[in-house]
């Protein structure tokens, strides 16, 4: 199990695996900002086991005399499962705590970290369930410079596997998540059954 709740804080343990992660090189300083700093692919919906590898990566990016932690993450609430104000962040330099912010009116897909040193890193989070070709073009195309799409844009684009209707919820009913994608002009591909 990767996680554990105490206090209304999730902790959350080593991360499994290496986060899937594509970032525009630094920029030189004075460099005007650009939409997104790049995109990232977490492996489920579920905060304490995909975020603590992520805020890792995103401390490790960045010239090499300066790696200042994440001290804090924006997130759009219907992208995750959970919704923890506190993350536990195990890394080299120790443990730390990393907080969690949750917004309703945040653009689909979009993930902001701030730095201690109150840098931001703007990355577009593409869905678990995207497949593998179309994850990474979006995530490199996220880290382009000259990208000029934002996240629920390069989220239009993807094409996803869905599972049945009986799979995502047993009643047939639309979830919250999915009724606000399709009424924000978003629509779910169906594919055909495999063969």
């Given at each position: 199990?990767?996680?554990?709740?105490?206090?209304?804080?999730?902790?959350?343990?080593?991360?499994?695996?290496?986060p899937r992660l594509c970032l525009r090189?630094?920029?030189?300083?004075?460099?005007?900002?650009?939409?997104?700093?790049?995109?990232?692919?977490?492996?489920?919906?579920?905060?304490?086991?995909?975020?603590?590898?992520?805020?890792?990566?995103?401390?490790?990016?960045?010239?090499?005399?300066?790696?200042?932690?994440?001290?804090?993450?924006?997130?759009?609430?219907?992208?995750?499962?959970?919704?923890?104000?506190?993350?536990?962040?195990?890394?080299?330099?120790?443990?730390?705590?990393?907080?969690?912010?949750?917004?309703?009116?945040?653009?689909?897909?979009?993930?902001?970290?701030?730095?201690?040193?109150?840098?931001?890193?703007?990355?577009?989070?593409?869905?678990?369930?995207?497949?593998?070709?179309?994850?990474?073009?979006?995530?490199?195309?996220?880290?382009?410079?000259?990208?000029?799409?934002?996240?629920?844009?390069?989220?239009?684009?993807?094409?996803?596997?869905?599972?049945?209707?009986?799979?995502?919820?047993?009643?047939?009913?639309?979830?919250a998540s999915h009724s606000a994608w399709?009424?924000?002009?978003?629509?779910?591909?169906?594919?055909?059954?495999?063969?």
């Amino acid at each position: 199990m990767w996680t554990l709740t105490e206090r209304g804080t999730t902790i959350g343990l080593p991360p499994p695996s290496t986060p899937r992660l594509c970032l525009r090189p630094p920029p030189p300083s004075g460099s005007p900002q650009t939409l997104l700093d790049g995109g990232w692919w977490p492996r489920s919906a579920d905060p304490a086991a995909e975020l603590p590898g992520l805020a890792l990566a995103l401390q490790a990016h960045g010239p090499p005399d300066d790696h200042r932690p994440i001290t804090h993450i924006m997130l759009r609430a219907s992208d995750w499962d959970s919704h923890p104000r506190k993350l536990r962040v195990d890394g080299s330099d120790g443990a730390r705590m990393v907080r969690l912010s949750w917004f309703d009116t945040l653009p689909a897909g979009l993930l902001t970290a701030i730095y201690a040193d109150g840098r931001r890193v703007d990355l577009l989070t593409v869905p678990a369930l995207t497949g593998h070709a179309e994850a990474y073009a979006a995530m490199e195309l996220a880290a382009l410079t000259a990208n000029h799409l934002r996240t629920p844009g390069l989220l239009a684009a993807l094409t996803m596997p869905t599972a049945p209707a009986s799979a995502r919820n047993p009643a047939g009913t639309q979830t919250a998540s999915h009724s606000a994608w399709e009424t924000e002009g978003g629509r779910l591909r169906e594919h055909p059954a495999p063969r």
